[in-house]
């Protein structure tokens, strides 16, 4: 990856709707691209740091691995039939589930 961040929070709500905003101020000529453009790169940043401080809670699943795959450090799996549980609190079902995991190592790190 260019900027060594991954982007997988993008699709999440949050950043939808950042870059939503960042699109309607580019096109009222509000915002210059390039400045949306490193606005983006620091949220991926700052929110990957934030989930790896933050986020304590424990989750745990149960299913059956349909596929799997390992490409550019990124692992993604597909589970059928999947049973979550999360901190002793009731158990949650699917009937497919696509994880995608990759490393938390910063840009230059090995």
């Not at 990957?48 to 304590?56: G, L, N």
């Not at 589970?79 to 979550?84: G, S």
């Amino acid at each position: 990856m260019a900027s060594g961040q991954y982007e997988l929070y993008r699709n999440s709500s949050i950043g939808t709707a950042l870059t939503d905003t960042l699109d309607d101020l580019i096109s009222d000529n509000q915002l210059e691209p390039q400045l949306a453009m490193k606005v983006i790169a620091n949220f991926d940043k700052a929110f990957s740091e934030i989930i790896a401080e933050k986020v304590k809670s424990r989750l745990s699943f149960k299913g059956h691995l349909d596929v799997y795959r390992f490409c550019d450090d990124v692992w993604t799996f597909l589970i059928k039939d999947v049973l979550f549980k999360l901190d002793n609190q009731a158990a949650l079902k699917a009937d497919k589930v696509k994880i995608v995991s990759c490393t938390n190592k910063k840009a230059g790190e090995t």
